[in-house]
């Protein structure tokens, strides 16, 4: 036999070797699988016999597990223990919020009156103050000072808005002009130009061909009206300012007289009091619900008491032999155990054939792999 012929076979039964090989890994993978699956599925029938011994936390369902159970009925017992210690707890906790509750009521009642009343003695000085503000001279010619100067400030800010709009739109016609800009930024026509010879005098014919003189007048008035018009805006809204704290001292000293001030102080002070008991009873609304949930959960016998007892007697189960299984669902008058404990028989057959089957596999890719 030719050398490419040998070499040609031994490359195909390489291929062939390889190909099952990762047949055999295939294999063994879902072998693992449907092990694991089985795994599961004893978890669930576990679970459900738990939930057919212990349907619930009760007194009745723990009592059931001493004769029958009697490996986990005390453990069972201790957390059912546990469970009326917490239900006391809720019980005096709803109690002592509802006192609490009983309490803030009442505070926000009297609150509530005592703002409302304060608030009618405010109407009533509000009046009063407006009246005896009218009939005095010195407030009226100050409310009209204050007048004339926000209108004032209402015509300087029209100004100055005008100059500034006037600014951005034709300032930019000069800068953009090429000659103009060139003789602004060399300072031409102030002290600060420099130039002697050849370049003065091209800038001077410049200057003479733009009229740079008379236009830069006009450029330098669009640049400095919006600053005046600025001052002028500031000026009249600080003596505005003044006039308005002026007319607000003289009102206050009328309404300081008539006790207003005080009235309207006070009912501020007892409206913060009455928003923090608004807070405080939603929060301790929020609590009673809680708590009342919590209550309602452990009396209906499930609830975290119950899945930790139902854990510790699926444990408690998974521990027991098959046939001890058995003769405890015959033992009872429910044909659920029975039914379950027979579908665990069943699964013990499963796993006995499937965890063989692993077995077998591993131990074929073990040899595959060794003679590789």
Same mark, same amino acid.
């Given at each position: 036999?030719?050398?490419?012929?040998?070499?040609?076979?031994?490359?195909?039964?390489?291929?062939?070797?390889?190909?099952?090989?990762?047949?055999? %890994?295939?294999?063994?993978?879902?072998?693992?699988?449907?092990?694991?699956?089985?795994?599961?599925?004893?978890?669930?029938?576990?679970?459900?016999?738990?939930?057919?011994?212990?349907?619930?936390?009760?007194?009745?369902?723990?009592?059931?597990?001493?004769?029958?159970?009697?490996?986990?009925?005390?453990?069972?017992?201790?957390?059912?223990?546990?469970?009326?210690?917490?239900?006391?707890?809720?019980?005096?906790?709803?109690?002592?919020?509802?006192?609490? %509750?009983?309490?803030?009521?009442?505070?926000?009642?009297?609150?509530?009156?005592?703002?409302?009343?304060?608030?009618?003695?405010?109407?009533?000085?509000?009046?009063?103050?407006?009246?005896?503000?009218?009939?005095?001279?010195?407030?009226?010619?100050?409310?009209?000072?204050?007048?004339?100067?926000?209108?004032?400030?209402?015509?300087?800010?029209?100004?100055?808005?005008?100059?500034?709009?006037?600014?951005?739109?034709?300032?930019?016609?000069?800068?953009?002009?090429?000659?103009?800009?060139?003789?602004?930024?060399? %300072?031409?026509?102030?002290?600060?130009?420099?130039?002697?010879?050849?370049?003065?005098?091209?800038?001077?014919?410049?200057?003479?061909?733009?009229?740079?003189?008379?236009?830069?007048?006009?450029?330098?008035?669009?640049?400095?009206?919006?600053?005046?018009?600025?001052?002028?805006?500031?000026?009249?809204?600080?003596?505005?300012?003044?006039?308005?704290?002026?007319?607000?001292?003289?009102?206050?000293?009328?309404?300081?007289?008539?006790?207003?001030?005080?009235?309207?102080?006070?009912?501020?002070?007892?409206?913060?009091?009455?928003?923090?008991?608004?807070?405080?009873?939603?929060?301790?609304?929020?609590?009673?619900?809680?708590?009342?949930?919590?209550?309602?959960?452990?009396?209906?016998?499930?609830?975290?008491?119950?899945?930790?007892? %139902?854990?510790?007697?699926?444990?408690?189960?998974?521990?027991?032999?098959?046939?001890?299984?058995?003769?405890?669902?015959?033992?009872?008058?429910?044909?659920?155990?029975?039914?379950?404990?027979?579908?665990?028989?069943?699964?013990?057959?499963?796993?006995?054939?499937?965890?063989?089957?692993?077995?077998?596999?591993?131990?074929?890719?073990?040899?595959?792999?060794?003679?590789?």
């Amino acid at each position: 036999m030719r050398g490419p012929d040998i070499a040609e076979r031994f490359r195909a039964a390489v291929h062939e070797f390889e190909r099952t090989l990762n047949e055999g %890994r295939t294999s063994l993978q879902n072998a693992e699988d449907a092990r694991a699956r089985l795994e599961t599925e004893r978890e669930q029938l576990l679970l459900r016999l738990s939930e057919v011994y212990l349907p619930e936390l009760g007194q009745a369902a723990v009592d059931g597990l001493r004769s029958a159970l009697p490996g986990i009925h005390t453990r069972v017992e201790m957390l059912l223990r546990e469970k009326s210690e917490e239900q006391r707890r809720l019980a005096d906790t709803l109690d002592q919020q509802g006192r609490e %509750r009983s309490r803030l009521d009442a505070a926000l009642d009297d609150l509530t009156e005592r703002v409302e009343h304060l608030a009618q003695e405010r109407d009533r000085l509000t009046d009063t103050v407006a009246t005896a503000i009218e009939a005095r001279p010195d407030h009226a010619a100050l409310a009209r000072s204050v007048r004339q100067r926000e209108t004032r400030c209402e015509q300087s800010e029209r100004r100055h808005a005008t100059a500034v709009l006037e600014r951005d739109e034709k300032a930019a016609a000069y800068e953009q002009d090429r000659l103009f800009s060139y003789l602004l930024q060399r %300072r031409y026509g102030t002290a600060e130009y420099r130039a002697a010879g050849l370049i003065r005098r091209l800038d001077a014919w410049v200057a003479a061909r733009v009229d740079f003189g008379a236009q830069r007048q006009r450029y330098q008035l669009l640049r400095e009206v919006p600053v005046a018009t600025e001052e002028a805006l500031r000026q009249s809204e600080r003596e505005r300012d003044e006039e308005r704290v002026r007319l607000r001292a003289l009102e206050k000293d009328v309404e300081d007289l008539h006790g207003l001030t005080q009235v309207i102080e006070e009912g501020n002070r007892l409206y913060e009091q009455r928003q923090t008991l608004v807070t405080q009873l939603a929060e301790i609304d929020a609590a009673l619900r809680e708590a009342t949930a919590s209550g309602e959960r452990l009396a209906s016998g499930q609830g975290a008491y119950h899945e930790a007892a %139902r854990t510790e007697l699926t444990d408690f189960l998974e521990s027991q032999p098959i046939r001890q299984l058995e003769a405890l669902a015959r033992s009872t008058p429910t044909p659920r155990d029975d039914e379950l404990t027979a579908a665990l028989e069943r699964w013990d057959a499963e796993w006995t054939r499937a965890t063989a089957l692993v077995e077998a596999l591993r131990r074929e890719q073990h040899t595959a792999t060794e003679r590789i």
